[in-house]
């Protein structure tokens, strides 16, 4: 019987997605490579239009439209004329296994999910998920200071909303509060504010926020001018950053925003500035996503942030 494969005569691998065409560590224990990626899929922290808890199959599904023909040669950026991640070895390893029961056990799952992928490679990557997540994540990073950059459409920093202190609104508010973070940095803020206190509280507490308008109307370059994280950086990437306009499948869009060139550029420009550790990315929710466009675009940032982390080996 003759199998599908590529011009090397390799079968092409049919089935499960994993991202990005990456073998699945079906012994994580003993895996191995420069980039792991972790699925979260929980959206019990949602306040508005749940679905994102299936955003890692989501991505999977479109980052296989990205799996490399080429093996190991990895990406012609077009754009830019480059190669990127060329000989990188990736990894999929799996979905955090969360459960229907108290979100602060599944947060302490989580947790210890992203610790143990830490310890298996050298640039972790989640993927969401509501953005609650990113505390929990952003936990198992507790052996070093870091400095937090949050690229979202939404500040993040209430601190109590009906009741609860752990939600995608104020998960920010708790990252804040860990005892080894140093500073968020808030870039795409847009909309009209409710309360007035987490704005204010942000500001208290140092977060340098950069807004949507301002990229829009200055560019780049000029509106993170003064963007300078020092030291160990974890990014967040809440997708409604974008305009709906350009990504619509997400739970809770913001009218205005920038778009995929925009964010690209200042993903780009941020891993010139510092050494990002780890990132997430968080709210494709592809009940929203009828297009497939917003899990494709995701997946592409994917891609470009990890080209700029890391880079081509000969």
Known sequence: MSLP???????????????FGAPLADDPTSARADVAFLGVPFDQATNDRPGARFGPLSLREASMRFQPVDGDEGWLDAERGERILR??????????DVRTLGLEENFQ???????????????????????????????AFEDRPLTVVQFDAHQDYTDEKFGQRFSHDNQMRRVSELPF??????????GALEHVEPWEA??????????????VREGVDAALADV????????????DVLDPAVAAGTGFPEPGGIGYYQLKEALLLLAQRTRIIAFDICEVNPTYDLAGVTARIAARLMLDLLGAIIPSKE
């Open 5 to 19: 494969a590529d011009r090397h005569g390799v079968p092409i691998r049919r089935g499960w997605p994993t991202f």
């Open 87 to 96: 000989g990188v070895s990736m990894t999929d390893m799996g979905d955090v």
């Open 109 to 139: 799952r989580i947790t210890e999910a992203a610790a143990f992928v830490r310890s298996r490679c050298r640039v972790p990557v989640f993927v969401g998920g509501d953005h609650a997540i990113t505390f929990p994540l952003v936990r």
């Open 181 to 190: 973070l140093k500073q968020i940095i808030h870039i795409g803020l847009r």
């Open 202 to 215: 942000a500001l208290r507490d140092g977060v340098q926020i950069i807004t949507s308008e301002r990229i």
């Open 228 to 239: 300078r994280p020092n030291g160990d950086t974890y990014v967040t990437i809440d997708i």
